[in-house]
Nanobody, 131 residues
């Protein structure tokens, strides 16, 4: 299994970027696909997750970021608008297998927003937002 993230770069505050993640070697449609981000020295932070028509966003990005996926191409995207300096981080895509027995934990108790929920990770792509 391989996840390849791309699209990071340097952007001024207020700008937009689109991150992409291409996934190889798993039954893509049977996985939740998520984006996390991490600043050096801190814990990995949930950004967004999607499967089929369901999406969840962190409050810090709601209304500015949009996660989407193309199950035919095994791709997941993160469109980021109105970027802020505090969005500066390394962004990681992640894949977590659907677990129907624990739907409540995933969707109500917030397990989908925990990095430990995910089975596979990409290598990260750095986003830097200057003020």
């Amino acid at each position: 299994v391989q996840l390849q993230a791309s699209g990071g770069g340097l952007m001024q505050a207020g700008g937009s970027l689109r991150l992409s993640c291409e996934v190889y070697g798993l039954a893509f449609s049977q996985y939740y696909m998520a984006w996390f981000r991490q600043v050096s020295g801190t814990e990995r932070e949930f950004v967004a997750v999607t499967r089929q028509a369901s999406t969840i966003y962190a409050d810090s990005v709601k209304g500015r970021f949009t996660i989407s996926r193309d199950d035919d191409k095994n791709m997941v995207y993160l469109q980021m608008h109105s970027l802020r300096p505090e969005d500066t981080a390394v962004y990681y895509c992640a894949a977590g297998a659907v677990d129907r027995e624990h739907y409540y934990a995933d969707h109500v108790l917030g397990r989908l927003q925990k990095s430990g929920r995910y089975d596979y990770w990409g290598q990260g792509t750095k986003v830097t937002v200057s003020s």
